[in-house]
């Protein structure tokens, strides 16, 4: 079967969809073995994300592991296969009244091993923290093909070395994920979410974070709304209880808060999505809560949203190569290019400057992928 | 300090720390032999206790010149053996970098050398209102560089997560003696790359040892109230685990002691607990107060259907320390009902506990041994005390093999071998029972990316046919835990 994919500016020559995991493991090691370059690709949501690779025979898509391997709601576990989309799994857990939240652009089209692969978050990392708080174990088929397990189905785990955490945002420069297994959670009794109108950089603003009687599960600067919006999910009285404080707050400060009604809801919800998965431009920012909320006095920025102190950034510019190619020259190394166009590639690090502890992750990839195969030139420093 | 110290090492490495923190004769080494697993002893050849970065990248650079084998140790309250010296190899212990660098509140970060005190974090953060979150019940004397080796978890892990979710950066000399910075930098929230602190925490002392560590700090919550609730048996309490799991409710902590635990902590502690039940619940639940009585109300509901036979808060503050005293306490309070026990740190799904229970009761009566269970519950990860007598010919091997059979009924439900303990020197020879020969391999590309020689803490974690053939060891407690000031789980 062949798609036209552009994996950060390369089209591959051909595109494999391997029907299970023992076919995926067979795909790699016959790939490896006949010394082709490859790229393992989910829902292809993410596919600008990085450097251009320095090339890619063969895409491998795992859109065909879809199954469900092992849901336990009683123990709030679950293992899926990683092709299984966001919103595939959402309609699982919702069965059970649980949710895994992870936060993605695209929940229709991208996929479990993607969310992993990329590190995706969103503002709910404020709560319940990131993809590597979540996940607890992982099976993935190595560059050669050999199929490797760390963690295990339980939450709490130490035995061997943490191989799922090392997974999480590595690019599929490591192998390919199989399958993973996260911890789920009950979805709230009562979830409400209100707009306050002001900024990260306001007194208000700091007084909600430090108060005691605030838990927002999820907070998200939206530029483009003007204002900050604050999710409380729970037993329906304690988020009354929390909104209400919240209101006098907001009082004290002079700030303007409105609640949000589910349509608003959903209609921000499509915005944020929407900022995730279009624009030429488009980089993560991905810093402490003094520095996320620098960031937004980014000149070039036109619309953004936060967590905090969650700490990510996600800006999308419509300004000019210039301005955005000054930023990249500026910039430490927490920003990271999710898109840009074509033209840039030459020009910018999607990463940036490796950091000191380079050597070790090139040592890594030499052990993974001593012939430098897998997904070859996208991630850190040309690994 | 004039030295009788015959090895010629010796002052090379006292050029380095000073001659009274390079340890080298026979009488000053025994207190290295062994950590929390006092069964196995072997005394190293030197200890050093440096007291920077630089003085450990040194001891490093000279150990690796001779090609001695180098054990990372703090606090010496592993209960895997983690901290085993290797014979003529040396021992670095971080016991003396014990400085806090930085507390950054606004950006709700610490940095601290890592021979600081678990405890002692929370303490310097209390007049802030600010805590760390992860508490082995040895916090009052485990390290947190210790913690970052083992990866180490506590009751309230149960909604706040283990050491890896709040260590989020640190400062490591590796096996050639250089100095690297992994994890998010300042300024950053994820690590740039690969998460090499992700795969760090937990690898017990095999891939460098830590010189600095920054962690995550958290506000503390508006409310917390402490539930006690006593149950006819495991059956009952375990099922009122799985209630309150299922349920979606998340208390910071569940921990469960069975009837020979309430009955061993009673006596060593003076709690005023019953003793005439099969178990008892000790439970936290925190966050917003309005949230909290809720939640609180709800678990008691279900602890009520589950067939509870009293419940109650503690009457005060003072009540509910010693309430948690006597939780955290528990392993060592197993003097007063056994001379001697063998402890295991098996983890099962949480809708298991009470099938899981009941194997290892089975496994106890087959054996004749009595086996007592304290444990986080909320986690699912057991920790049943195999009580035996030494004295008695051919006990001690008994409780091994009833111990080792515990861990492969937790295999059998799908669990792991270990929850929060460490494989260590304890359980390496079960590793390959819970991993593929294929998963450990890829587990030691990891190893020698970061020290291709296997330097660091070598014999450790992986099984090896040698080390299989030796006799697992037996658990004899801590001085810590006899005078109390520790506890253990």
Request: glycine share 10%; proline share 6%.
């Amino acid at each position: 079967m062949n798609q036209t994919l552009s994996i950060a500016g390369v089209t591959p020559e051909r595109t494999l969809v391997p029907a299970d995991r023992v076919e995926l493991a067979a795909i790699v090691r016959d790939l490896y073995a006949a010394g082709r370059t490859f790229a393992f690709v989910g829902g292809g949501t993410e596919l600008e994300l990085g450097n251009q690779p320095r090339a890619i025979d063969t895409a491998v898509r795992t859109t065909a592991l879809d199954r469900v391997i092992d849901y336990s709601p009683e123990d709030q576990t679950i293992t899926v296969e990683a092709g299984m989309r966001v919103a595939a799994l959402d309609d699982v857990l919702a069965q059970h009244d649980q949710l895994l939240p992870i936060d993605v652009g695209d929940r229709n089209n991208a996929t479990i091993g993607g969310a992993i692969a990329t590190n995706a978050f969103g503002a709910r990392r404020h709560r319940y923290g990131s993809i590597k708080d979540l996940i607890v174990g992982i099976e993935f088929v190595r560059p050669d093909g050999v199929i490797a397990h760390g963690g295990g189905k339980v939450v709490k785990n130490v035995a061997g070395f943490d191989l799922p955490k090392l997974m999480v945002g590595s690019l599929g420069t490591l192998g390919g994920i199989a399958s993973a297994t996260f911890r789920v959670f009950p979805k709230p009794a009562a979830t409400r979410a209100v707009l306050a109108r002001t900024s990260p950089a306001s007194g208000f603003f700091d007084a909600c974070m430090d108060d005691r009687s605030l838990e927002p599960i999820a907070v998200a600067h939206h530029l483009a709304q003007g204002g900050i919006m604050l999710t409380f999910a729970g037993l329906a009285a304690s988020v009354e209880q929390q909104l209400a404080h919240l209101a006098t707050l907001a009082s004290t400060h002079a700030v303007t808060i409105d609640a949000l009604d589910s349509g608003a809801l959903e209609r921000f919800t499509a915005a944020e999505s929407e900022i995730r998965c279009s624009g030429a431009w488009r980089w993560t920012v991905s810093t402490n809560p003094v520095g996320a909320r620098a960031s937004l006095a980014s000149p070039v920025a036109t619309t953004a949203e936060i967590g905090y102190p969650t700490f990510g950034v996600t800006l999308v510019s419509a300004a000019d190569d210039v301005s955005i190619e000054a930023l990249a020259a500026e910039r430490g190394p927490a920003i990271v290019f999710r898109a840009m166009p074509r033209r840039a590639r030459a020009r910018i690090d999607a990463w940036g400057e490796p950091p000191a502890s380079f050597p070790l992750m090139r040592a890594l990839k030499f052990n993974f992928d001593p012939k430098g195969l897998c997904n070859p030139g996208r991630f850190v420093g040309g690994l | 300090m004039p030295t009788l110290a015959v090895d010629p090492l010796h002052d090379r490495f006292a050029a380095i720390v000073g001659a009274r923190n390079a340890v080298s004769t026979a009488s000053e080494l025994r207190t290295y032999e062994c950590d929390g697993l006092l069964g196995f002893r072997i005394r190293p050849r030197i200890v050093v206790l440096p007291a920077t970065t630089e003085e450990v990248a040194a001891c490093v650079r000279l150990a690796a010149e001779h090609g001695l084998p180098i054990v990372p140790r703090g606090a010496g309250t592993g209960l895997s053996g983690g901290s085993l010296p290797v014979e003529g190899g040396i021992v670095i212990g971080t016991s003396r970098m014990t400085r806090v660098l930085d507390i950054d509140l606004p950006n709700r970060r610490m940095r601290v050398q890592p021979g600081v005190i678990n405890l002692d974090i929370s303490k310097h953060l209390a007049p802030h209102g600010f805590y760390y979150a992860p508490d082995p019940s040895s916090q009052s004397v485990c390290t947190i560089g210790g913690n970052v080796a083992e990866n180490s978890g506590g009751a309230h892990c149960l909604k706040y997560g283990f050491t890896v979710n709040h260590a989020v950066a640190a400062r490591v000399v590796l096996s050639d003696g250089s100095v690297v910075d992994i994890g998010a930098s300042e300024g950053e929230a994820d690590a740039h790359g690969y998460d090499l602190m992700g795969v760090f925490v937990g690898s017990e002392g095999l891939l460098g040892i830590v010189t600095e560590v920054v962690v995550r700090i958290l506000r503390k919550p508006e409310a917390t109230r402490t539930i006690f609730g006593t149950f006819p048996s495991t059956d009952e309490a375990g099922a009122a685990v799985s209630a309150i799991i299922s349920s979606g409710i998340l208390p910071a902590a569940i921990e469960m002691c069975d009837q020979l635990a309430i009955e061993a902590i009673v006596a060593a502690t003076g709690v005023d607990w019953p003793l005439d039940v099969g178990a008892a619940l000790l439970m936290d639940v925190d966050g917003v107060s309005v949230e909290v009585e809720h939640t609180a109300e709800a678990a008691i509901t279900l602890m009520r259907a589950a067939g509870a036979i009293e419940i109650r808060a503690p009457r005060d503050d003072a009540e509910r320390l010693l309430m948690w005293k006597g939780r955290k306490a528990a392993f060592a309070a197993m003097g007063r009902i056994s001379p001697n026990y063998h402890v295991q740190d098996g983890v099962i799904p949480r809708k298991d506990i009470s099938a899981v229970l009941r194997e290892i009761a089975q496994l106890g009566r087959d054996a004749g041994l009595r086996i007592a269970n304290v444990f986080h519950a909320g986690d699912g990860n057991l920790h049943p005390l195999v009580l035996y007598d030494q004295r008695i010919p051919g006990e001690e091997a008994t409780a091994e093999a009833v111990a080792g059979d515990i861990l492969r009924v937790c295999l059998k439900y799908g669990g792991s071998v270990t929850g929060e303990h460490g494989v260590g020197r304890d359980k390496a020879c079960y590793l390959g029972e819970q991993f593929s020969d294929d998963d450990l391999d890829t587990m030691k590309l990891v190893r020698s990316a970061f020290d291709p020689r296997s330097i660091f803490n070598p014999d450790k974690v992986f099984p090896t046919p040698r080390l299989c053939g030796d006799r697992p060891g037996v658990y004899v407690p801590h001085p810590t835990e006899l005078t109390g000031e520790a506890g253990r789980g």
